[in-house]
């Protein structure tokens, strides 16, 4: 059985849906399903007032007019909702990403080898055979929250994060990889970096390349696959 | 028909704002949009503009603007004047809530705000819309501003409006609790909600951190598996200090939140100055809406009693001094307040 879901108050205007304490496939798939399920009432025009909604590791948060959509009545119809217990995996898309793991495009990979006790190339070799799934999109425009790094690899994050991480790198942290999209101050451990833009605001129908539930593989190319095209 | 407004100097905290990038923040995209669009609404209503036209936001010094090839009308709202200069060499004061007709090859020199200044453009700023808001979001390089903005042709001449200042309530910043309230202490929920904490000088578009007493976690801890926030929540991470997120804040953040600040009392925040003090209590969804009609009235009695601007004359002290155009008083080159990344043109 699973737990009821919770309904939390995120101030006035926007409600989260909480399926779980952690992350977990089935959290994950009840957050996708209730996600679908939204965008299937939106679409029919059944939900006048809800502004957008963002899934997120264990709950979805659902922002909302409340002068338009009175909060008591929406936080009823989406506990029903969330209540059905409805599961969907996303959209399925299958991805490879090449990734650069060489040299200066790498520079905490000597210290996860070391850390974890492997050459640098059976790190690569462990990235490279991960299928990470897209958890979340967030922190910054784009950002993939990629699931799914095995337990040998898993690293905290720097003590101390570098003020800029340049965009394209590949970074990994606790059970996690990611992709920063744009240069950023980040904490995460940099194993390679991508050429593949992540994210792009001029392509309006999907400025975002990855959606939730996305599967990613990383495959390792040289650095000439990083000269601008 | 079209003009364009140059700008000549690009004050400091400066950016377009509107009312924000709705519906991408499941795509890690910020909202964005005025941070307090209570005061953008004003100043775009007394140029008849819609609520939520496009304009420019000043959060520490003003740009100075020139008008370019047609004249462009211009109304200032927030503690924050501009000096008129003429083409004929005259200098003279704009006081803060009204407008005023640049002609072209005119300057406006716009002053520094005490809180937060917006100057709005009849017609709304004409820049190219991105993901439907032509806010800027400078930390993903969305919207840089632009050195001439297009925008519209004054209509007729002469019909200037100004009103008396907009104010907002006072008293504690009214805040829903949670939703990790549960992540505290009950001595921690006790002296958030009773005692006072004070504005640091960190402070830009996306947060603000208070100092204070200490509120400590209950054993659930520090950390939570990351989920939605919005502008408003109120953050603790480990060290106990509040931080309150505000427009351009992330979409989803790893700390628990102890409360979030209701809809009305967003505007509030904008205008909080280092050291000022602030506290909190805890109202329900009914309260939370009662709020929100009351400042929607409170606006609309005010743009009710905008009125003509007297037409010639020299401005009087009082005008002058509420023009506030002391803008060297203003640290702007604080490199506390601003990263390199939030400067505008950057």
């Known amino acids: 059985m699973h737990p009821q879901p919770r309904l939390l108050a995120l101030g006035d205007a926007a409600f989260t849906v909480e399926f779980g304490p952690q992350l977990t496939p089935d959290t994950q798939a009840r957050v996708l399903g209730l996600a679908a399920g939204l965008a299937e009432l939106q679409a029919a025009g059944a939900l006048p007032g809800v502004i957008e909604w963002v899934p997120t590791f264990r709950s979805v948060t659902v922002h909302f007019d409340p002068d338009r959509c009175p909060p008591r009545h929406l936080a009823a119809r989406l506990q029903a909702l969330a209540g059905e217990g409805r599961q969907a995996t996303g959209s399925g898309r299958e991805w490879t990403i090449p990734v650069c793991f060489e040299g200066e495009f790498a520079p905490d990979l000597e210290a996860v080898a070391s850390a974890r006790g492997l050459s640098r190339e059976a790190v690569v070799a462990q990235l490279t055979a991960t299928e990470f799934t897209v958890c979340m999109l967030g922190f910054l425009p784009g950002f993939p929250y990629l699931g799914g790094l095995p337990a040998s690899l898993e690293m905290p994050r720097l003590a101390t994060p570098r003020p800029r991480v340049p965009a394209g790198s590949v970074a990994i942290a606790g059970r996690m990889g990611a992709i920063y999209p744009w240069d950023s101050p980040g904490g995460w451990r940099l194993v390679g970096r991508s050429p593949v833009s992540l994210f792009d605001a001029t392509r309006a129908a999907r400025p975002a390349l990855f959606a939730p539930g996305d599967r990613v593989r990383w495959q390792a190319v040289g650095p000439d696959a990083l000269a601008a095209p | ?346």
């Open chain 2, 1 to 346: 028909m079209s003009a364009r407004l140059a700008i000549r100097a690009p004050g400091l905290g400066v950016s377009i704002q509107d009312g924000g990038r709705h519906g991408h923040r499941h795509i890690g995209v910020p909202l964005s949009g005025a941070l307090d669009p209570i005061f953008l609404a004003a100043a775009n209503g007394l140029l008849g503009n819609p609520a939520d036209s496009a304009g420019l936001e000043v959060l520490l010094a003003g740009p100075v603007l020139e008008a370019l090839d047609a004249p462009v009308r211009i109304a200032l709202a927030g503690a924050m004047g501009a000096r008129h200069l003429g083409s004929a060499g005259t200098r003279r004061a704009m006081p803060a809530w009204s407008t005023l007709t640049l002609q072209p090859g005119e300057q406006l020199q716009v002053g520094s705000p005490r809180g937060v200044g917006y100057i709005a453009i009849e017609g709304g700023l004409l820049t190219p819309p991105l993901l439907g808001s032509r806010s800027t979001y400078a930390r993903a390089g969305l919207i840089h501003l632009a050195t001439t903005l297009p925008c519209q042709t004054a209509r007729g001449h002469g019909s200037e409006r100004q009103n008396l200042a907009l104010s907002h309530e006072d008293g504690p910043i009214r805040v829903i609790p949670g939703p990790q309230d549960e992540h505290f202490s009950a001595a921690a929920l006790e002296r958030f909600y009773t005692e006072a904490f004070q504005l640091t000088r960190q402070r830009d578009r996306m947060g603000l951190r208070l100092a204070g007493p200490r509120l400590e976690h209950s054993r659930l801890g520090a950390d939570i598996v990351s989920d939605g926030v919005t502008p408003g929540a109120i953050q603790v991470p480990a060290d106990g200090q509040p931080i309150l997120l505000l427009a351009d804040c992330q979409t989803v953040g790893g700390y628990p939140k102890i409360a979030t600040v209701i809809r009305a009392d967003l505007p509030r925040l904008a205008h909080l100055q280092a050291g000022d003090e602030v506290r909190f209590r805890a109202v329900d969804a009914d309260e939370a809406a009662a709020a929100r009609a009351a400042l929607a009235r409170r606006l609309s009695d005010w743009l009710a009693g905008a009125r003509p601007a007297a037409a010639g004359g020299e401005p009087d002290t009082a005008t002058l001094l509420a023009a506030n155009l002391a803008g060297a008083a203003v640290r702007g080159d604080d490199p506390h307040l601003w990263p390199d990344s939030t400067r505008p043109g950057t």
